[in-house]
């Protein structure tokens, strides 16, 4: 399709408990990015991927948090053992990187909130 | 490092007045450079985008930007606000073979 699907789009979870996002990119596009947004508006870079490989995991706390891009199956990215601070909206985004074309689509987001 | 910086936390302005948002960046070398704008509890939507070519990009909404390397920068503007184009906008600077960065955002609130 023409969108970026991401699921679910709100997730409420207990401190120490796991969540897990998903992310369908558009068909075609070769690349995907996740994005943590909190409160202050800000957009941290977690962790890109080009098919099924990581590109750029230089965002990603690699303590708790985890993703993959496997063939056939919705991008997804983990947070073990989650923390009050895990809170936020996380977005992914796909493209082809096509310098000729070069831009994002947005999915709208899952809303996670840590209790 | 590439890096975003918009000046403005928050801008108020009235309706049909102008409008012009500051954005400036730091990049080694010639950037790709885009406007989102998002509304509350939604996701980014890209309103223009800047690679090369006419540094005046014309965008969705009635919304333009000027690239000024010798500035850095990369201002949107659009001549006469609408109550709708309330909203949060980021500028961001990107390259084909990594992650984009985004500015902090500056929230733009339409007066009657």
């Known amino acids: 399709g023409e969108e970026v699907a991401q699921t679910p789009k709100h997730l409420v979870r207990g401190e120490g408990q796991k969540a897990k996002l998903y992310c369908a990119p558009i068909?075609?596009?070769?690349?995907v990015f996740w994005y943590q947004q909190v409160l202050k508006n800000e957009f941290k870079f977690l962790i890109s991927?080009?098919?099924?490989?990581?590109?750029?995991e230089t965002g990603m706390p690699k303590e708790r948090f985890s993703a993959k891009c496997l063939p056939n199956s919705p991008c997804s990215l983990e947070i073990q053992a989650t923390k009050l601070e895990d809170s936020a909206v996380y977005f992914c985004?796909?493209?082809?990187?096509?310098?000729?074309?070069?831009?994002?689509?947005f999915g709208s987001g899952t809303r996670l909130t840590v209790v | 490092a590439q890096s975003v910086t918009q000046p403005d936390i928050h801008i108020t302005v009235s309706e049909g007045a102008s409008l012009e948002l500051r954005c400036n960046y730091s990049?080694?070398?010639?950037?790709?450079l885009f406007w989102y704008v998002q509304s509350p509890g939604q996701g980014l939507q890209l309103l223009l985008k800047?690679?090369?070519?006419?540094?005046l990009v014309q965008g969705i909404k009635g919304f333009e930007a000027e690239f000024k390397r010798s500035q850095s920068s990369f201002n949107l503007r659009k001549p006469s606000v609408h109550w709708s184009d309330a909203a949060e906008y980021f500028c961001?600077?990107?390259?084909?073979?990594?992650?984009?960065?985004f500015g902090a955002g500056t929230r733009l609130t339409v007066k009657p």
């Open positions: 985004a796909s493209s082809q990187l096509d310098s000729s074309n070069y831009g994002y689509t």
């Open positions: 068909k075609g596009h070769s690349y």
């Open positions: 991927f080009q098919n099924e490989n990581v590109f750029d």
């Open positions: 990049y080694g070398a010639t950037p790709y």
């Open positions: 800047y690679f090369s070519g006419d540094t």
């Open positions: 961001a600077v990107g390259a084909p073979s990594g992650a984009m960065r």
